[in-house]
């Protein structure tokens, strides 16, 4: 089975930080990009960032450039996005999801239920 587990989410002040994990498992996690989405209330779900399977290259939106960064560790199958000098528009659910081609794949293969990020000002 097929699962992609997100944690780490919480509440934290404008200017904190916070370290999401996702953990996957039921896949070859080695060969999938991982990327991170999020979804605030009322707006349509955007792209955070991303990691390739192949050179381990990283996208980022603009808005997070300079304040998340997303790794991975291949032996935990786990991708992490550590997210720094957080802002009220950053709360949204966080999802991440697994795709076999690329971060820039239209589609993704598999995602994971989200966790919950709030940034109070």
Request: hydrophobic letters at 30%.
């Amino acid at each position: 089975e097929v699962q992609l587990v997100e944690s780490g989410g919480g509440l934290v002040q404008a200017g904190g930080s916070l370290r999401l994990s996702c953990a996957a498992s039921g896949f070859t996690f080695d060969d999938y990009a991982i990327g991170w989405f999020r979804q605030a209330p009322g707006k349509e779900r955007e792209g955070v960032s991303c990691i390739s399977s192949s050179d381990g290259s990283t996208y980022y939106a603009d808005s997070v450039k300079g304040r998340f960064t997303i790794s991975r560790d291949n032996a935990k199958n786990t991708v992490y996005l550590q997210m720094n000098s957080l802002k009220p528009e950053d709360t949204a659910v966080y999802y991440c999801a697994a795709d076999l081609f690329s971060c820039l794949s239209r589609t993704y293969d598999y995602w994971g239920q989200g966790t919950q990020v709030t940034v109070s000002s």
